[in-house]
C-alpha cells in the first residue's frame, strides 16, 4: 500500500512497509534525483556490523554475508555498506561489533574524502543511536557502553549545519549512500539512485528526513540489499557491512 506526500524541493514518491517490523523503506526524491531510504525503528530491530568470516576471511559481498549468517541460522534481511576500506578490506576508520572494537578511531590527515574534516562516527550505544564527530567520540566511549561504531567521512550535518566544504554549485556528482540519526531510536540509511553532490545529499538529510546529523558512507561502491525491493547490489567487492539478521525458519 503506497501513500503520497507533497513537499517543498523535494518529493515523496511511495512509501513501502517491509515485512519487518521495525523497516520502512521509502522511495524519495534528492534536489530531483531518486534516492532510496531504509528506516529503522531501534526499538523493533537490532543492527549490526559485519565484515569477516569465522576464519577471519572477508565476506566482500551480501551474497558472502548471506551464507555465513544462513550457516548460522539466521537470515539477512536487510544491508548495506557500513564505511571505507583499505585494498586488504580492512576498514580505514574505527570499527566497533558486538562492543569489541576490532579497527581503532583514525584522526589522522590525509587526502580523500575520509579525511575530509570535520569526519564522523556513527554508532550506537546503551543510550541509543547517534553520528558523532570523530574526536567526539572519545568522550562518548568514556561514558557510554558503545556496542557498535563506524567511522566515515565527511560528516554530511553536525546540529542541522551542512559540512562547511560543500557547494550547492559543485559538480562532482556521484552515486552516494550515508546514514542519518533523527533520535536516538530512528535510523535512516539513503542511498541515491542518481548522481548527486554531497550539498544535495546533506540536504536531504536535513530537509526531508529530518536528521540533524548524517554521516557519508561511500560513493561509487554505495550498495543496498533489501529483498522487500527485490534488490541485491553487485557493484564490487564491499568492505564493512551494517545489515539486519533474523532468526531462519
Given amino acids: 500500500m503506497f501513500e503520497k506526500f507533497a513537499l517543498v524541493s523535494f518529493g515523496l514518491l511511495w512509501l513501502a512497509g517491509g515485512s519487518l517490523m521495525g523497516v520502512e523503506y521509502l522511495e524519495m526524491m534528492a534536489a530531483g534525483k531518486k534516492v532510496t531510504v531504509c528506516k529503522v525503528d531501534l526499538r523493533k530491530e537490532k543492527l549490526e556490523l559485519f565484515h569477516r568470516d569465522d576464519a577471519g576471511l572477508p565476506l566482500k559481498s ?81 561514558k557510554e557502553r558503545v556496542k557498535l561504531a563506524t567511522q566515515s567521512g565527511p560528516l554530511l550535518l ?37 548522481p548527486v553532490n554531497f550539498y544535495e545529499f546533506a540536504t536531504f538529510f536535513r530537509d526531508v528526513l529530518k536528521c540533524p546529523d548524517a554521516l557519508f558512507l561511500d560513493g561509487t561502491i554505495s550498495s543496498l540489499y533489501a529483498p522487500e525491493l527485490k534488490r541485491n547490489d553487485k557493484k564490487m567487492d564491499l568492505g564493512p557491512m551494517i545489515g539486519i539478521a533474523v532468526p531462519g525458519k
Fill in 62 to 142: 551480501f551474497d558472502g554475508l548471506g551464507a555465513w549468517l544462513e550457516a548460522k541460522g539466521r537470515v539477512l534481511s536487510f544491508a548495506m555498506n557500513a564505511g571505507m576500506y583499505h585494498g586488504d578490506f580492512s576498514a580505514v576508520g574505527l570499527y566497533v561489533a558486538d562492543g569489541r572494537q576490532v579497527v581503532p578511531l583514525n584522526l589522522e590527515d590525509a587526502e580523500g574524502n575520509f579525511f575530509l574534516k570535520p569526519n564522523g562516527v556513527f554508532l550506537i550505544s546503551d543510550k541509543g543511536a547517534r553520528v558523532v564527530e570523530s574526536a567526539e567520540y572519545l568522550k562518548v566511549r568514556e
Fill in 158 to 194: 553536525r546540529a542541522g549545519i551542512l559540512h562547511p566544504m560543500f557547494n550547492l554549485e559543485s559538480k562532482s556528482r556521484l552515486f552516494r549512500n550515508g546514514v542519518g540519526v533523527k533520535s536516538p531510536h530512528e535510523v535512516f540509511f539513503a542511498i541515491s539512485e542518481e
